[in-house]
């Protein structure tokens, strides 16, 4: 069974930033690609960025130019990069991959900015 595991969010003042990492674990990280996802309270999960095996990124009108998605295949981790953090991304983010057809997420990470 994959896992994947968020972790690096945190309460931060609008400006800010943040690190999330989703670190994947009983999967070939390299071949697959991943996305991150946010759900804010209320709403419906919305796709937040998306990097495929060979890098290519995707990325949400509302997170582009400030967001940033990277990965590291040696250490079978992605990674998004958070700067001018507005309260509008507060949310719990997600990490998803898909593999096979099957879709595994990880178990979220609470992100909250205050104004």
């Known amino acids: 069974q994959v896992q994947l595991v968020e972790s690096g969010g945190g309460l931060v003042q609008a400006g800010g930033s943040l690190r999330l990492s989703c670190a994947a674990s009983?999967?070939?990280?390299?071949?697959?690609?991943m996305g991150w996802y946010r759900q804010a309270p209320g709403k419906q999960r919305e796709l937040v960025a998306t990097?495929?095996?060979?890098?290519?990124?995707d990325y949400a009108e509302a997170v582009k130019g400030r967001f940033a998605i990277s990965r590291d295949n040696a250490k079978n981790t992605g990674y998004l990069q958070m700067n001018s953090l507005k309260p509008e991304d507060t949310a719990v983010y997600y990490c998803?991959?898909?593999?096979?057809?099957?879709?595994?997420w990880g178990q979220g990470t609470q992100v909250t900015v205050s104004s």
């Open positions: 998803q991959m898909t593999i096979l057809g099957t879709t595994f």
């Open positions: 009983r999967v070939i990280f390299r071949f697959n690609a």
């Open positions: 990097i495929t095996s060979g890098g290519t990124t």
